[in-house]
């Protein structure tokens, strides 16, 4: 048996997200028909984490078992021929057989992505949330970093199933910032782990601080006594991006 991980990216648009549904293109269900026909017998893939509907991904990671002896830069070519245009694997390699994706790694970075300019390109428009009204980005950008460190981030999740696990919502950010590029305001964040809509919520609460609705200490709030409140609305999946997983 050989464990093989891959970094794949993908656009998200088309797809109900990263988890097998019954009867919906998902990105893990796309994976594991390719991989059926290459091993000739069912394989399950696991990734690092599980994008939802919408949100697209520059550096995925994904792991699976095979019996099939095909050296690795094959399989990535085979992959690729068999795997839909809006897929592509980038890397292949082999890896030890305990490796898992997601409890091995030790951090993500996301990226989203708001258009700030009165027109977006209709080539553009699938990947950033336009957002051409009045904002206060230096106020923005001067609350992202109010994020950072380990907290219960239970204001910024969005209801889960795993909710009735019962577990535990702190994370760890290492990283929060807001820089403009252009037309686009990009929001950047690194941590070790991410909750259901997390990151999007966190955007959500920035842009509700552009607006003047939400000041500094009620942001800081959020983060430091989570149960008082929620954060704001959940932006849109278009502009978010999986940028890497690190191990």
Request: hydrophobic letters at 40%.
């Amino acid at each position: 048996m050989r464990r093989i991980r891959i970094k794949l990216c993908y656009d998200g648009t088309e797809f109900y997200g990263w988890q097998v549904q019954p009867d919906l293109p998902t990105i893990q269900g796309a994976l594991q028909q390719a991989l059926e026909l290459i091993e000739g017998a069912p394989v399950h893939v696991a990734g690092a984490g599980r994008t939802d509907a919408g949100v697209h991904a520059l550096g995925q990671v994904a792991a699976f078992t095979l019996r099939n002896p095909l050296p690795v830069d094959n399989l990535r070519r085979a992959l690729n021929r068999l795997l839909p245009p809006a897929i592509r694997v980038l890397e292949a390699e082999e890896v030890p057989l305990d490796f898992h994706p997601r409890y091995h790694a030790r951090s993500k970075t996301y990226e989203y992505r708001i258009h700030r300019g009165e027109i977006v390109s209709p080539f553009e428009r699938l990947y950033v949330y336009h957002y051409p009204y009045p904002l206060d980005e230096q106020r923005m950008m001067k609350a992202a970093p109010l994020l950072v460190g380990t907290h219960d981030f239970s204001a910024f999740a969005t209801a889960d199933k795993a909710d009735q696990l019962g577990r535990s919502k702190v994370r760890t950010i290492f990283s929060s910032e807001l820089r403009r590029d252009g037309p686009l305001l990009i929001y950047t964040v690194r941590g070790d782990g991410f909750l259901k809509h997390m990151v999007r919520n966190i955007v959500g609460a920035l842009l509700q601080v552009g607006r003047g609705n939400l000041s500094e200490e009620q942001l800081r709030c959020l983060v430091e006594a989570p149960r008082t409140m929620k954060a704001g609305p959940t932006v849109p999946p278009s502009g978010l991006f999986l940028v890497s997983v690190e191990y």
